[in-house]
């Protein structure tokens, strides 16, 4: 069974960045898949960010690309999100995920989420 | 970029009920490119239905997805308990982002 568990700051202050980890059991990411972020908010919804593959291939979303980048680490079975440049719209729930299909944007696997606050 | 717009907002039924859900794209789409999410409260979204047939593992068959050209619907032929939640649809054809529509509540009237 796949699970995945995001790590991370509750609270961050504006203008910083936002460093999340995912941590993957039950499977080894060297194996496969995509794997990516998605977020949650009251006022924009469920946004996708960004995937990334094992061999580091990714896909950005258009709107946040300038201020993402997303990383895997096969080593430690994980892989993480930076963003930068918060503002009080980046508060949200974070979620990771594993994308499959083709393209890989169908969210089989998801973790329980990080809400991370943006404030000073 | 995708815009998916999903009605009604709240949907109020009792359980035993049949549950039709909208999801309507900005343009012309395959049912083969959409999928259905549940979200229950405090709970990460779950996948349900994928592309023209496709179900996910566990997902009971009174979950249908239908639908072509710009209008599609999640039907839930007799609510349980269970099932009252927030729904929401997704596209994930072409080219990124891949986008969701707002959602709609299924409440217990």
């Known amino acids: 069974q796949v699970q995945l568990q995001e790590s991370g700051p509750g609270l961050v202050k504006p203008s910083e960045t936002l460093s999340l980890t995912c941590t993957v059991s039950?499977?080894?990411?060297?194996?496969?898949?995509?794997w990516g972020w998605i977020r949650q908010s009251p006022g924009k919804g469920l946004e996708w960010i960004a995937n990334v593959y094992h061999s580091g291939d990714t896909d950005y979303n258009p709107s946040l690309m300038s201020r993402v980048t997303i990383s895997v680490d096969t080593s430690k079975n994980r892989f993480s999100l930076n963003l930068r440049s918060l503002t009080a719209a980046d508060t949200a729930v974070y979620y990771c995920?594993?994308?499959?299909?083709?393209?890989?944007?169908?969210?089989?696997?998801w973790g329980q989420g990080i809400l991370v606050t943006v404030s000073s | 970029e995708i815009v998916l717009t999903q009605s009604p907002g709240t949907l109020s039924l009792s359980p035993g009920e049949r549950a039709t859900l909208s999801c309507r794209a900005s343009?012309?789409?395959?049912?083969?490119?959409l999928a259905w999410y549940q979200q229950r409260p405090g709970q990460a979204p779950r996948l349900l239905i994928y592309g023209e047939s496709g179900r996910a593992a566990g997902v009971p068959d009174r979950f249908r997805g239908s639908g072509s050209g710009t209008d599609f619907t999640l039907t839930i032929s007799s609510l349980e308990p269970e099932d009252f939640a927030v729904y929401f649809c997704?596209?994930?054809?072409?080219?990124?982002?891949?986008?969701f529509g707002q959602g709609t509540k299924v409440e217990i009237k």
């Open positions: 039950g499977y080894f990411i060297s194996s496969g898949y995509y």
């Open positions: 995920v594993r994308p499959f299909g083709v393209p890989a944007a169908i969210f089989d696997y």
């Open positions: 343009q012309t789409i395959s049912r083969s490119r």
């Open positions: 997704q596209h994930f054809g072409g080219s990124p982002p891949w986008t």
